[in-house]
């Protein structure tokens, strides 16, 4: 018997109806209970979880009994010809509790999500009939039954966030079409409720601009700054004061959309973009002094954006990084520097930094700036140390300048035994949680990425990490993120030997990149690729790939990830079977080995022959740098400890692969692997059992 089809509504108050028409629900507990399910998106949500949400003070003694008889009374509306003692098709029992296995295209918040995702995709004519779909689907505020309930609160927050970009992308879309003057009365009720939204004040300005009301826009213009500054305390950003320069410079570039472009045989979209780029410069050097703290802060974002778009702008961007800090801290005024340092928020993915000396720098100069901000009210014990209670104006911004300079140092201790990065971590998303900022919370999700390498068998948090990563990205527009999250995922899935998912990610990281121009993607998806096949076991395959992938290094502007990687992945390739001394054509004495040296020593030395010299060099093996292959060097060391008999180094590496015993070896890297840990383990019990 098929499933009846039921629609779920929660974009205003919750409903359901079938093919007959509306479903009668009970009373507010039942509308709890289905709703709370809906906010859970098909996962199972525990009977203790549901009887804690649905009474906040201290549940009854039946509650749970009282759950049962909701989900019961829910099951006879939602499937009222399921014969008796049949199992429920619906509203499931799982495990601990029960799952709505609501369709994919069962619930109207789920179809808003699919039809503002697919908008996203589409030329302007085609995005604004999707786009009113999608905003007709509201019929009040989300989950209105259940505004101040704890547990509905972040996805209330969520869909009403998505909505009001939803509105400010169909007014995008209008402009583009020519349809200024239709875009008007929209964007004004839209300001009426929604007064702090930046890019509404300029889409409305540039609206009437274009209606011939340059009065009127320059008006809008003052009315945003005003409202800003007495509401929130901030001044208009950079885009909506370049705009009111541009108005009123009558630069011509603001009359033109896309639309009337094409139509008018004018320049192809490379010279418009030329063009659009140096009459802004111009008017940028026209109107802001060459002293101007905003002046510093843009050349920041120049550089953050620079960093993205291949190795030549990441060289550049370590040339005049530290500059722009240095330049900062003379202005003495810390909130400054904080921004200055926290606004280079560029995804990292290689947990091997590319110039140690900067970096060292940066994280001085952001300890620096952390000790000169006001001290925070601390709540909370260690974990939250610098988590900031107060909720004036001021405190939220020496929240979220601390928030980005604890994430910087995260990232910039990446590999180190330090404490201070996992702890700088904690401390970070602690923050960017309390503040509820998606941008803050991607940048601290990147440090806890960079410290999450503590010790081995941690793929599985990194799973995590690249999750809520991707969620992220995706909901709020952060582009990069969202494909850091993926090549996140990538490596997390390649450690767990789940390259069905790994495969996925790869290919949604690519796409993100071929739409948003980021080369630099495309340089860990090829390595992946190599990967791919060794682990596969196309050694045959595996090493040209390998060193095809490795001649794009050179121009990557990544020596963190460059010295050393492809010799250790064509050695990776004899050893990934298990252990094994390498022949002596594996290790090449003479070639670019990097920082992986120390691990290759010793096997250098048994390849040749020389016992002596290689226990000398595995006795003086330091602990692997905490990086995306420790696994990978423990593995090595084992190789060459299992070799020699020395029972101190295999107890010691059995001590540390042991919780990444379900893992493969190096692959955690999304770059090579040397094969499954549990291989190595079970050589080192065996030899530990002699």
Request: proline share 7%.
């Amino acid at each position: 018997m098929e499933r009846e089809e039921v629609l779920f509504g929660v974009l205003g108050p919750v409903t359901a109806e079938n093919r007959s028409g509306p479903i009668a629900l009970k009373g507010p507990r039942h509308r709890a209970v289905l709703a709370r399910l809906i906010v859970a998106r098909r996962r199972v949500v525990p009977v203790a979880r549901l009887v804690a949400d649905l009474w906040t003070d201290s549940p009854p003694p039946g509650a749970v009994g009282a759950v049962q008889t909701f989900v019961a009374a829910l099951r006879r509306a939602l499937e009222p010809d399921r014969p008796p003692r049949a199992p429920a098709r619906l509203l499931v029992t799982e495990g601990p509790g029960y799952a709505l296995r609501a369709a994919p295209d069962g619930v109207d918040a789920w179809r808003f999500e699919t039809a503002v995702g697919e908008a996203a995709e589409l030329p302007p004519a085609r995005a604004l009939p999707r786009l009113d779909e999608a905003l007709e689907l509201w019929r009040g505020p989300a989950y209105a039954d259940f505004a101040h309930e704890e547990w509905v609160r972040g996805e209330r927050a969520r869909l009403a966030e998505l909505r009001l970009r939803s509105v400010e992308r169909r007014a995008d879309a209008q402009l583009s079409l020519g349809l200024a003057a239709e875009a008007v009365p929209d964007l004004d009720a839209h300001l009426a409720d929604h007064p702090w939204r930046e890019d509404a004040w300029r889409l409305l300005a540039l609206a009437l601009y274009r209606t011939d009301r340059q009065g009127d826009a320059l008006a809008v213009l003052r009315r945003a700054r005003s409202t800003l500054v007495e509401q929130l305390g901030v001044d208009p950003g950079p885009g909506l004061r370049r705009l009111e320069a541009d108005i009123l410079a009558q630069d011509p570039a603001l009359g033109a959309t896309a639309g009337q472009a094409g139509r008018a045989g004018q320049a192809g979209p490379t010279e418009t973009a030329a063009r659009l780029w140096t009459r802004a410069t111009a008017a940028y050097d026209r109107t802001v002094a060459a002293g101007a703290r905003a002046r510093l802060e843009t050349t920041v974002g120049l550089l953050r954006d620079l960093a993205v778009t291949g190795g030549g702008g990441l060289t550049a961007v370590r040339e005049h990084r530290m500059a722009a800090v240095a330049a900062a801290e003379e202005f003495g005024d810390p909130v400054l520097t904080g921004r200055v340092i926290g606004a280079f928020d560029v995804p990292a993915i290689w947990t091997r930094g590319d110039d140690p000396e900067l970096a060292r720098q940066i994280v001085a100069a952001a300890e620096r700036t952390l000790a000169a901000l006001p001290p925070p009210d601390v709540s909370g014990g260690p974990e939250m140390s610098g988590v900031v209670s107060r909720t004036s104006h001021a405190d939220g911004t020496y929240d979220a300048v601390r928030c980005r300079l604890l994430a910087t140092v995260a990232v910039e201790t990446r590999g180190s035994h330090s404490s201070r990065g996992p702890q700088a971590a904690r401390q970070a998303e602690a923050i960017a949680r309390r503040l509820d900022d998606p941008a803050l919370l991607a940048f601290a999700l990147n440090g806890a990425f960079m410290q999450s390498f503590t010790r081995a068998g941690l793929a599985p948090h990194r799973a995590e990490i690249g999750a809520e990563l991707v969620a992220l990205g995706a909901r709020h527009g952060l582009v990069t993120y969202e494909v850091l999250g993926h090549l996140i995922s990538l490596q997390a899935y390649g450690a767990l030997g789940d390259f069905r998912s790994a495969d996925a990610h790869a290919t949604a990281a690519d796409r993100l990149a071929a739409r948003h121009e980021l080369p630099l993607v495309g340089v860990f998806t090829r390595w992946y690729g190599a990967l791919r096949l060794a682990a596969s076991g196309d050694l045959a395959g595996a090493g040209p790939a390998y060193e095809s992938a490795a001649a794009d290094l050179p121009d990557a502007g990544m020596p963190g990830l460059t010295h050393g990687l492809l010799p250790l992945a064509l050695l990776s390739l004899h050893l990934a079977d298990g252990p094994r001394v390498p022949a002596r054509d594996a290790v090449d004495p003479a070639a670019d080995w990097g920082p992986y040296r120390p691990w290759i020593t010793p096997l250098d030395a048994l390849a040749s022959g020389d016992r002596p010299a290689a226990r000398t060099a595995l006795r003086a093996l330091p602990d692997p740098p905490r990086d995306l292959l420790y696994e990978a060097c423990c593995c090595l060391e084992a190789t060459a400890a299992l070799e020699l008999g020395d029972r101190a180094v295999l107890t010691r590496v059995r001590d540390r692969l042991l919780p990444a015993s379900a893992e493969l070896a190096g692959a955690g890297s999304g770059l090579l692997t040397l094969g499954p840990v549990s291989r190595y383990l079970t050589a080192i019990t065996a030899a530990l059992r002699d």
